[in-house]
T-cell receptor
Framework: GESVGLHLPTLSVQEGDNSIINCAYS??????FIWYKQESGKGPQFIID?????DKRQGQRVTVLLNKTVKHLSLQIAATQPGDSAVYFC??????????FGSGTKLNVKP | DTAVSQTPKYLVTQMGNDKSIKCEQN?????MYWYKQDSKKFLKIMFS???????INETVPNRFSPKSPDKAHLNLHINSLELGDSAVYFC??????????????FGSGTRLTVV
C-alpha cells in the first residue's frame, strides 16, 4: 500500500516570506501527486499537481518539487499572503486508482 | 453555480438515529466519492461511484449505504449512528476514474456530530 506523512503539523511564517511544506510518501510506484488547500469550513481545493515523470512544476506563486529518489514532495509558496493561511494536504496516487492523503500542515501567516 | 454541493452543512443527532447526507454535482463528472475526515484531518475514501455503479467500497461498516440515483447525485445514508461516526464528510467528484487531471473537486463538507 501507500502511506503519506507531512513533516510538520503547523508552520508559521511572516507575511511576504516564502513557505515550504513537505510531504513524504512510501511507495516508489506512486505516479501522480496533488497538493490541496483547505480553508476553514471549506472542502479541499486543488492547487497544483505533478506526475512522476517530472521533478518540478510551477504555478502562480506556487512550485511543487518531486524527489522520487527519497520519495519526497514539497510545496513552495512565494511571498506568502494572509489569504494563504489554511491546511495544506498532499495526495498521492498509488496502484492506479487510489489516492492517499497526508494529515495536513496548517499554515499560519503572521501579518 | 456551486460545483459540488452537499447538504446539510451541519448535522447534530443522537446515537442510534438514522440520517442522510445529500450530494449533487453540476460539473458533468462521471465519478463521485464520499470521503471521511477525522478530527486529525486525515481524509479517507469511503465509496466511489462511476456512472451510478459502485467501484470502490473501502472497509466501511454496513451501517453506511451510498445511493446514486443518477450520475450527478450520490447520497450517503447512515443507520444506527454511533459516537465514532462524528466527523466531517466530504462529497467529491472527478471527470475520470481514476482521477487524472486536477484530481477531485470537493464539496464544502458536512460536519456530523453524534451525541
Amino acid at each position: 500500500g501507500e502511506s503519506v506523512g507531512l513533516h510538520l503539523p503547523t508552520l508559521s511564517v511572516q507575511e511576504g516570506d516564502n513557505s515550504i511544506i513537505n510531504c513524504a510518501y512510501s511507495n516508489s510506484a506512486s505516479d501522480y501527486f496533488i497538493w490541496y488547500k483547505q480553508e476553514s469550513g471549506k472542502g479541499p481545493q486543488f492547487i497544483i499537481d505533478i506526475r512522476s515523470n517530472m521533478d518540478k512544476r510551477q504555478g502562480q506563486r506556487v512550485t511543487v518539487l518531486l524527489n522520487k529518489t527519497v520519495k519526497h514532495l514539497s510545496l513552495q509558496i512565494a511571498a506568502t499572503q494572509p489569504g494563504d493561511s489554511a491546511v495544506y494536504f498532499c495526495a498521492v496516487r498509488y496502484n492506479f486508482n487510489k489516492f492517499y492523503f497526508g494529515s495536513g500542515t496548517k499554515l499560519n501567516v503572521k501579518p | 453555480d456551486t460545483a459540488v454541493s452537499q447538504t446539510p452543512k451541519y448535522l447534530v443527532t443522537q446515537m442510534g438515529n438514522d440520517k442522510s447526507i445529500k450530494c449533487e454535482q453540476n460539473l458533468g463528472h462521471d465519478t463521485m466519492y464520499w470521503y471521511k475526515q477525522d478530527s486529525k484531518k486525515f481524509l479517507k475514501i469511503m465509496f466511489s461511484y462511476n456512472n451510478k455503479e459502485l467501484i470502490i467500497n473501502e472497509t466501511v461498516p454496513n451501517r453506511f449505504s451510498p445511493k446514486s440515483p443518477d450520475k450527478a447525485h450520490l447520497n450517503l445514508h447512515i443507520n444506527s449512528l454511533e459516537l465514532g461516526d462524528s466527523a466531517v464528510y466530504f462529497c467529491a467528484s472527478s471527470q475520470d476514474f481514476p482521477p487524472a487531471n486536477y484530481g477531485y473537486t470537493f464539496g464544502s463538507g458536512t460536519r456530523l456530530t453524534v451525541v
